[in-house]
C-alpha cells in the first residue's frame, strides 16, 4: 500500500489560515471516514489532533479541523501561532481483505 | 492517566533481532488493541502491526511479514515488538500507540519512542 500523498511543507503568518491535503485512493481515504491527523514537534511523540476525518480529542484547540472530498483529506488550522510549528501527518484505514494502516509522508508546518 | 512507557535504546548489529517492549497504564490493557509505528531519521510515520492484547491475534505490513513477532503480557499489560534479520535502514524511533477495538486508526495515547540503531 503506497503513502498518502501531503505537500513536503506549507507556511503561514500568525493569525492566518493554513490547509494540509492528504490525498489516498478509493481503497483508503475515498472508502473510509477514517482519516486522522497527527502532530508531532521535533523529538517528541505524534499527538492525535483529528480523528473519523472530522473529530477532535478532548483538549484539542477547535482551530483544528478537518475534512474530506473524494480521496482527499483536509486539515485546516486557522488562527495560527507559533506554537503550532511542527510537522503534520494524516493517517487512514486503507483495510479491505486484510487489516491495514497507511500514513502520509508528513508536512512540515513553518509559521512565519 | 493512560501511560505507554517503552524500553530503552538499543544497538544492534546487522543480521541480528531487537524486542521492545511498550508497558500501558491508566486504562484496561485488554480493551485497547496496540499498534506499532517506526519513523527512520528525518523521514515520516510507517505503519507496521497491531495486537490484540485480549486474544494475542496480529495483523502485520506486508512489508514486514516474516520478520516482525508481535506478543502481550497480559499479567504486566506490557506490549512487544520483535524485529528479526535487522539492517541499517530498520534505524528508527519505534513508537507503540493505543487504538480503540472499533476505532481502527485512532491512535489515540503514543509511548515515547525506542531509537533502535542498526550498525556494525
Known amino acids: 500500500q503506497s503513502a498518502l500523498t501531503q505537500p513536503a511543507s506549507v507556511s503561514g503568518s500568525p493569525g492566518q489560515s493554513i490547509t494540509i491535503s492528504c490525498t489516498g485512493t478509493?481503497?483508503?481515504?475515498?472508502?473510509?471516514?477514517?482519516v486522522s491527523w497527527y502532530q508531532q514537534h521535533p523529538g517528541k511523540a505524534p499527538k492525535l489532533m483529528i480523528y473519523e476525518g472530522s473529530k477532535r480529542p478532548s483538549g484539542v484547540s477547535n482551530r483544528f479541523s478537518g475534512s474530506k472530498s473524494g480521496n482527499t483529506a483536509s486539515l485546516t488550522i486557522s488562527g495560527l501561532q507559533a506554537e503550532d510549528e511542527a510537522d503534520y501527518y494524516c493517517c487512514s484505514y486503507a483495510g479491505s481483505s486484510t487489516f491495514n494502516v497507511v500514513f502520509g509522508g508528513g508536512t512540515k508546518l513553518t509559521v512565519l | 492517566q493512560v501511560q505507554l512507557v517503552q524500553s530503552g535504546a538499543e544497538v544492534k548489529k546487522p543480521g541480528a533481532s531487537v524486542k521492545v517492549s511498550c508497558k500501558a497504564s491508566g486504562y484496561t490493557f485488554t480493551g485497547y488493541y496496540m499498534h506499532w509505528v517506526r519513523q527512520a531519521p528525518g523521514q515520516g510515520l510507517e505503519w507496521m502491526g497491531r495486537?490484540?492484547?485480549?486474544?494475542?491475534?496480529?495483523n502485520y505490513a506486508q512489508k514486514f511479514q516474516g520478520r516482525v513477532t508481535m506478543t502481550r503480557d497480559t499479567s504486566i499489560s506490557t506490549a512487544y515488538m520483535e524485529l528479526s534479520r535487522l539492517r541499517s535502514d530498520d534505524t528508527a524511533v519505534y513508537y507503540c500507540?493505543?487504538?480503540?477495538?472499533?476505532?481502527?486508526?485512532?491512535?489515540?495515547?503514543w509511548g515515547q519512542g525506542t531509537l533502535v540503531t542498526v550498525s556494525s
Open positions: 495486537i490484540n492484547p485480549n486474544s494475542g491475534g496480529t
Open positions: 500507540a493505543r487504538v480503540g477495538i472499533a476505532a481502527l486508526a485512532r491512535l489515540d495515547y
Open positions: 478509493s481503497s483508503d481515504v475515498g472508502s473510509y471516514n477514517l
